[in-house]
């Protein structure tokens, strides 16, 4: 291919730096929103996603982890009796109150557990160890969460729910999606801080044996136990992710704001290799006079729109890497996985290309004879 597509999309700086300026926008952009979306996706159900339980035992009509209803713990021990169970442990997620030293309340989800057995524990710890739960009054809570909540460093005191709480440690990224941050804590005292009463729990977690088949235990906890619902641990987590992302809306907005950056995009690339093709239409007339096939012009357009597609995907996978890095230290995370970076070279060559095609039917009305008229 002569380098006829080069020149013509470096002949005008200016147009070039629009052109690009639009792509960069549109790959930010849905990078951004994709990645919030992710982001969201996975911060909706991280506490059941790391939680190690293959079940979740749960009362029925539980729609997703955050809206537990409490029942009898006695079915616990009905639980560990089911033929594959090797660990069932009982453990509370709650919505209460924190209670900032300057008297402002807070809402936060209290995460009750076990601190003996590796299930719901929590994780990426930055400070502390999960055995200082076993201290008086002792919470472990999200670094993020310190302005929010008033922590300034382990050792302090507050107050959930009337109850007094210690911070005696800290773990980094565990975001929730909702405002309220998860505060860790033993399972006797979170009965406390979301005033559940002593002889309840909001579910039990279970590990089955090495070679059995989960599809047969949770089969036979439905059988065993009454008044309760069992899901896998990947079909829960599902459960929640669609709730918090569709059901509420928060995910189709995410998307929809995507689609506009791709619209936004799409708009402006094809506005100016239009541009582009209509100064150069003189040049074009005078190829296909010349005999050159609509084939070739047409290569040349398309060839215009790659390059464009190529250094704008560039330039914009590089503002958004350090959008995704600044996003790591705030509430909502942006994830960047690489499959969705590569997925965006493709769209963002599809969204010029695509493009591309309106100065095409241009092309394809051109009458060669325009170049011998006045």
């Known amino acids: 291919m002569p380098p006829l597509a080069r020149r013509n999309l470096f002949h005008d700086k200016i147009r070039l730096t629009v052109t690009l300026t ?8 849905i990078v951004v929103e994709l990645g919030l979306f992710v982001g969201f996706t ?7 996603d790391h939680s190690g339980a293959d079940l979740w035992v749960t009362s029925r009509h539980v729609p997703y982890v955050e809206l537990g ?31 900032r030293p300057d008297g402002r309340q807070e809402s936060v989800q209290i995460v009750g557990l076990n601190p003996d057995v590796d299930l719901a524990r929590p994780w990426n710890l930055v400070q502390g160890d999960v055995e200082d739960l076993k201290k008086p009054d002792a919470v ?23 109850h007094r709480a210690r911070v005696v440690g800290f773990t980094h990224g565990i975001r929730s999606f909702t405002t309220s941050p998860y505060v860790f804590t033993t399972f006797k005292r979170a009965q406390d801080y979301a005033t559940i009463a002593g002889d309840q729990t909001v579910f039990i977690l279970v590990k089955t044996s090495p070679g059995a088949d989960v599809g047969q235990v949770r089969q036979g906890i439905l059988d065993h136990v009454k008044d309760v619902e069992v899901f896998a641990g990947a079909e829960f987590s599902r459960m929640t992710q669609f709730y918090w992302m569709f059901t509420t809306g928060a995910g189709v907005a995410v998307l ?15 506005q100016t290799i239009y541009a582009t093709t209509m100064d150069h239409l003189k ?25 464009s597609a190529v250094m704008g995907y560039v330039l914009g996978m590089l503002v958004s890497a350090l959008v995704v890095h600044a996003s790591q230290e705030g509430g909502a995370a942006i994830l960047l996985p690489w499959p969705m970076a590569v997925g965006m070279f493709f769209l963002t060559m599809a969204m010029c290309i695509g493009a591309a095609l309106v100065s095409i039917t241009k092309i394809t009305q051109l009458d060669p004879a325009m170049v011998f008229k006045g």
């Open 256 to 270: 929809l704001a995507a689609v506009l950056g791709l619209v936004v995009g799409f708009v402006v690339v094809a």
């Open 22 to 29: 639009g792509i960069v926008f549109a790959v930010v952009l």
């Open 283 to 307: 040049e074009y007339g005078t190829l296909k006079a010349m005999g050159a096939a609509n084939s070739y012009v047409y290569r040349v357009i398309i060839k215009q729109a790659a390059m």
């Open 140 to 162: 472990i809570l999200d670094d993020i969460y310190k302005d929010k909540l008033g922590v300034s460093g382990a050792g302090e005191l507050f107050e959930i729910r009337g």
């Open 42 to 48: 996975q911060t909706t159900s991280n506490l059941i």
């Open 69 to 99: 209803v409490p029942f009898s713990e006695r079915k616990l021990y009905q639980v560990r009796a089911v033929p594959g169970v090797a660990v069932a442990e009982k453990i509370i997620v709650r919505w209460t109150d924190w209670k």
